[in-house]
């Protein structure tokens, strides 16, 4: 695929290496002397988990919070871009010293998810048996191994429970997992426009957005790691970061962002390629995303999204919930056309079901899915006034 802005042939995939700048990462290994298993078969041995901590855990440990990224995010939550770490922090205005999450109170935690291509083992990762990157071998993983894998990470930072777990879309999907998982471990959970189980209509935009990568021929079965820059699968990817933007953001910011602004001269000599400017705005992020992600961990973490339920194993989305123990802060946005509204709803009657206390609030925006990341200014007093409400001891 060329680059639309013309700043050379994008890279085969926008992993980040060992070699590359850490910027504000540091990197935990696990399963080095006994295999980590996976819910789904298979295992991985030597595995990386990338992370980035704000704030200093108190010596009682009783102010740490775990917070989670979405898709196509990663550990760095917080911090400006610069070596390392091509883009600023995820959720910066909400994470540092007096804002929501308090880096002068609280010791902030965010990971990459096992998977992820910055920095913790996924499919662009090393596998030490062969010494190529894995690749079309890399296995299945799940919300739940990647939940498995940040509870190592967390006794190693000797967090034996969190204050608050916290995180938005897939980012809430790990917040319910950790909180069924392990509930002695977690105070209090924040869940924001997510679901306690993947839906049919979202299943089927993540797999049209999968099967984009797969019908790339640049994708070669997911073994293009060798290949030259400009030669790897990024028309795929790029196409399918088109899909996702589509249910990421509401059709009335979309109508009064762009309209019928047309690129191309519309003066009745028409072409099938003339362009109007909503279509160069799905280019620019998929370029972008190209820039920063590997088609095969976005192949792998979306499927970890389509796999997501609560209720697997457990005899039901109700029975897991009651295994919950602190209050959950679950919220919704407006706009959300991906994980509507409703679907909040169902996890709030859900958790009162299971009797756990449940706080839900519906964050008005015109932006759509993407609201949990750009809502700032509703979201921090409701993050600040939850979190001091939960006690400091389970």
Known sequence: MPDPRGRGPLPVSGAWRPGD??????LFEFAVDRPFTLEGGGHLQHATLAYETWGTLD????????????LTGDAHAAGPSGPGHPTDGWWDGLIGSGRALDTDRWFVVCSNVLGGCQGSTGPASLDQVTDTPYGSRFPVVTVRDMVRAQKLLADHLGVTEWHSVIGGSMGGMQALEWS?????RVRSTVALA?????TAQQIAWSASGRRAIALDPRWRGGDYYDAEPGDGPTAGLALARSLATVTYRADAEFQD?????????LDGRYSLWDRFEVESYLDYQGEKLCRRFDANSYLVINKA?????LGRGRGGVGRALRRIRGPVLNGSISSDALYWPWQQEVLRDGLLAAGVTCHHHVIESPFGHDGFLLEIDQLTPLLS??????????
């Open 305 to 309: 999204m389509d796999l997501h339920d």
């Open 385 to 394: 006034t939850f979190l001091d409400e939960v006690p400091n001891h389970g």
């Open 257 to 265: 962002r762009f309209g019928r602004i047309a690129l191309d001269s």
């Open 21 to 26: 700048p850490l910027g504000g990462r540091s």
């Open 59 to 70: 010596a009682d440990g009783a102010n740490a919070v775990l917070v989670f990224h979405a």
């Open 180 to 184: 069924v998982i392990y509930p002695e």
């Open 194 to 198: 997510t679901t306690a189980a993947a």
